[in-house]
């Protein structure tokens, strides 16, 4: 068991960078899916909050699995498909990691959606009533108090949220992408140990979740002080 760990264990080891480079990417579109979300969440233009539930809704029925290999396969579909009509452009690949990021960050954007919307409807409105009536425009109230305020209020959920797509990103895997889980298998499957290796990629995501929440929770008791 040593032999097989000390031979396949660094091949299973060089996925971490990439697993930790995806779920970065993809955490940075979901904020973004989520903060765009939560406006139209909040709009008072019907169509826009229609708009808003609509991409909750949506996320909530199709599994990850299933909307990951759509964008994979038929995003690249369209897309050259769209170049062949326009002429603008031959062909065009998505990467695995481009189709994983953007859909693990659309995926959790929804969940973002509603950890900012609950967020900003937890600030007394007396607040931003008064920054108005002093009269700050909305970046400068958004900036100065609603902003800081959201940011300890969303922190509990967002910890939530990041834990659950750091173990997402093992769908990856599915297409290609030589992340932890991917190098896991195929080193299992070399050295005919699945198990032990499926193991090892246990304990690795389970460090870097321990990691994640231990960072997280530092910084959470970090914005309790101010």
């Known amino acids: 068991m040593v032999e097989l760990i ?15 480079a995806l779920s970065l990417a993809a955490v940075a579109l979901a904020v973004l899916f989520g903060i765009m979300g939560a406006a139209l969440r909040l709009s008072s233009n019907p169509v826009s909050r229609g708009i808003g539930r609509s991409y909750t809704t949506l996320v909530r029925g199709i599994p990850d699995l299933v909307l990951m290999l759509l964008v994979f ?21 998505i990467s695995p990691f481009m189709a994983g990021s953007i859909t693990i960050g659309f995926i959790f954007g929804a969940y973002m959606t509603e950890t900012f919307r609950g967020a900003f409807l937890s600030i007394p409105v007396g607040q931003i009533e008064a920054a108005k009536a002093i009269g700050m425009t909305p970046r400068q109230y958004m900036a100065r108090i609603v902003w800081p305020q959201i940011v300890p209020l969303a922190l509990p959920s967002f910890t939530n949220n990041w834990l659950v797509l750091l173990k997402t990103t ?27 290796f499926l193991l090892m990629a246990f304990f690795i995501y389970l460090g870097l979740t321990l990691v994640s929440d ?10 309790a002080l101010r």
């Open 6 to 20: 000390t031979e396949y264990g660094p091949m299973v080891l060089s996925g971490l960078g990439l697993t930790v």
């Open 73 to 93: 396969f038929g995003g690249q579909t369209l897309l050259n498909n769209l170049g062949n009509a326009t002429g603008r452009w031959r062909y065009l690949e």
């Open 170 to 196: 093992a769908l990856a895997s599915i297409l290609g992408l030589h992340d932890i889980m991917y190098n896991a298998h195929q080193a299992g499957r070399t050295s005919q140990e699945p198990f032990l």
């Open 214 to 223: 231990m960072a997280l929770r530092a910084l959470g008791r970090r914005y």
